[in-house]
T-cell receptor, first 113, second 115 residues
Framework: GNSVTQMEGPVTLSEEAFLTINCTYT??????LFWYVQYPGEGLQLLLK?????DKGSNKGFEATYRKETTSFHLEKGSVQVSDSAVYFC????????????FGKGTLLTVNP | GAVVSQHPSWVICKSGTSVKIECRSL??????MFWYRQFPKQSLMLMAT?????????EQGVEKDKFLINHASLTLSTLTVTSAHPEDSSFYIC???????????FGPGTRLTVL
């Protein structure tokens, strides 16, 4: 079956530090890959996605590249801000749609000024 | 952007009682809504998929008689936890889509505690 393994948190960084949150997956076929972000008190929001190998998703300074050879989709940001403090979820869906998402456990990021 | 609300945001109930959680799409019509469950420090697990006007489709291992789902309109789905027990205590999250090819929009979740 499908599964997603992501870096356990919590992760605490200072403002302007470099961020990496690792995510690897197991899936049949060719899944689509996603990063969702959940700010305190809010629902999950789609941060970025990639639908095929070597695609790079990017949004709000965050990037992740779909690496089929390493089955990975690591999230990176060059310079984090306090407002980036949130829980980040890696997810996949098989069949090329958003249907039936399989999520990682989530990584809590705290950015201190 | 599209907004999905859940009500209540948290609820405490006694063992044996039933609890209803509402999920509403506020500014779009959702043909499909999803219900997830999240235990502390665990992934979101899909419980069921509900389509407006038809019976919900439950994931393997989810008791349909315990978790009743009603998708009565294009903007409202409800999850009723019947005869709740302490092991049902969890964080329940819904999401909604216009159609299955589109992005899922998530509600903020409902924290259920069964005493």
């Amino acid at each position: 079956g499908n599964s997603v393994t992501q870096m356990e948190g919590p992760v605490t960084l200072s403002e302007e530090a470099f961020l990496t949150i690792n995510c690897t997956y197991t899936a049949t076929g060719y899944p689509s890959l996603f990063w969702y972000v959940q700010y305190p008190g809010e629902g999950l929001q789609l941060l970025l996605k990639a639908t095929k190998a070597d695609d790079k998703g990017s949004n709000k300074g965050f990037e992740a590249t779909y690496r089929k050879e390493t089955t990975s989709f690591h999230l990176e940001k060059g310079s984090v801000q306090v407002s980036d403090s949130a829980v980040y979820f890696c997810a996949l869906s098989s069949g090329g749609s958003n249907y039936k998402l399989t999520f990682g456990k989530g990584t809590l990021l705290t950015v201190n000024p | 952007g599209a907004v999905v609300s859940q009500h209540p945001s948290w609820v405490i109930c006694k063992s044996g009682t039933s609890v209803k959680i509402e999920c509403r799409s506020l500014d779009f019509q959702a043909t499909t809504m999803f219900w997830y469950r999240q235990f502390p420090k665990q992934s979101l697990m899909l419980m069921a998929t509900s389509n407006e006007g038809s019976k919900a489709t439950y994931e393997q291992g989810v008791e349909k008689d315990k978790f009743l789902i009603n998708h009565a309109s294009l903007t409202l789905s409800t999850l009723t936890v019947t005869s709740a027990h302490p092991e049902d205590s969890s964080f329940y999250i819904c999401s909604a889509v216009v159609n299955l090819a589109n992005e899922q929009f998530f509600g903020p979740g409902t924290r259920l505690t069964v005493l």
